[in-house]
């Protein structure tokens, strides 16, 4: 049985600000500047309780309440929001073991909610005639899964599941007149029906690979936007390959590759993308010393889709030069052998600042 309090603060306060010279004196340009002000907080409590009966069965189930509160300000326009909202999220997990098969059935609701990007409304433009900002007004969405899996041999799994996706947001391309606008609006729900299968060996003794498949239908509902949703479908698959190099087991040469095949989702197709990622990771001194070189996105693919709205389609080709190098250096103080129990807390709330 466990039980626990969760409190975060989430805040941002950006003063980026331009002035126009006139008559030698620098007089503020609100249009342009970027003065934005947000504050979030975050009220969690949570239970579980975790049961095993026999041999074969597991189970644990959970409850968890969330109250946030939410404040944004724009000192350019004077407008300012504030909103609070609470919500329960609820999970139950069971499992049968027999042998090397694994049976299980879960059930989760979780929250996504949106970036600082997603909710600062300053104006990004691209050229004269197209800017793109946020929304300050953007609301969280929420999901609901219901899974059903199986594992055999901890080597191969398999799954199918049912998504519930509701109050979903993205970023949404206006058109005024010649001029393009981009902002983020909550628009869809979506009903995602799929399957995942992944298959682990290794070959060889210093081949290790993992090939996984992907795949869903989707049912959307739009709203807020003129636009018919596409029959949605989606099918990836990933190839990764680990060789070990030496016999002591400290060298290693990766090699991975993932492919999306064309799919729709929403209002939007996207084309064909695959990605190709290699490196090297070396370890030294007793394994104390780890050193990582990876080059990304080697065929430096471009992403690619179309967008249809009831009075007009658009298209796009997105080449970010995308190829990437990256080197990474890990050293460990200390003596690596004796474990330390510890409770891992995720503060996903970090990630939302970009």
Same mark, same amino acid.
């Given at each position: ?73 724009? +000192?350019?326009?004077?407008?300012? =929001?504030? $909103?609070? #909202?609470?919500?329960?999220? !609820?999970?139950?997990?069971? @499992? %049968? ?23 600062? +409304?300053?104006?990004?433009?691209? =050229?004269? $005639?197209? #800017?793109?900002?946020?929304? !300050?007004?953007?609301?969280? @969405? %929420? ?44 628009? %869809? ?166």
């Amino acid at each position: 049985m466990e039980t626990g309090l969760k409190f975060n603060q989430f805040k941002n306060s950006t003063d980026l600000q331009y002035f126009n010279i006139i008559n030698n004196q620098y007089i503020p340009d609100s249009q342009r500047a970027n003065l934005f002000e947000y504050q979030e907080e975050n009220y969690a409590a949570y239970f579980s309780y975790a049961k095993s009966f026999g041999e074969h069965w597991e189970t644990k189930a959970g409850l968890r309440y969330e109250n946030t509160q939410a404040k944004s300000f724009t +000192p350019s326009t004077h407008l300012g =929001n504030h $909103y609070n #909202y609470g919500q329960w999220f !609820p999970s139950a997990f069971v @499992s %049968y073991k027999e042998n090397k098969n694994v049976f299980s059935l879960s059930y989760s609701r979780r929250i996504n909610r949106p970036s600082m990007s997603n909710l600062n +409304p300053f104006r990004w433009y691209e =050229n004269p $005639y197209s #800017y793109s900002s946020g929304n !300050p007004l953007l609301k969280p @969405s %929420y999901i609901n899964n219901l899974e059903l899996g199986y594992t055999y041999n901890s080597k191969f799994s398999t799954s199918i599941y049912y998504l519930k996706l509701k109050n979903g947001f993205g970023q949404i391309s206006l058109l005024d007149g010649i001029s393009q606008i981009g902002t983020y609006l909550n628009y %869809y729900d979506n009903n995602f029906y799929g399957f995942n299968a992944s298959y682990t060996d290794k070959f060889f003794n210093f081949w290790e690979a993992s090939l996984s498949v992907n795949g869903s239908l989707t049912d959307s509902k739009i709203y807020n936007i003129e636009a018919e949703p596409q029959k949605g479908h989606s099918v990836s698959y990933s190839f990764n390959n680990t060789f070990t190099l030496n016999k002591n087991k400290t060298l290693f040469f990766f090699l991975n590759y993932s492919q999306d095949l064309p799919y729709k989702n929403v209002n939007s197709s996207f084309h064909n993308f695959s990605n190709l990622n290699s490196g090297i990771k070396v370890s030294l001194m007793e394994k104390q010393l780890q050193i990582n070189a990876t080059v990304t996105n080697i065929f430096a693919q471009k992403f690619r889709g179309d967008v249809y709205f009831s009075d007009n389609s658009q298209h796009f080709n997105n080449y970010w030069d995308g190829r990437g190098f990256r080197l990474s250096v890990n050293y460990t103080l200390g003596n690596n052998k004796k474990k330390v129990s510890t409770k891992s807390i995720n503060f996903e709330e970090k990630d939302r600042a970009q």
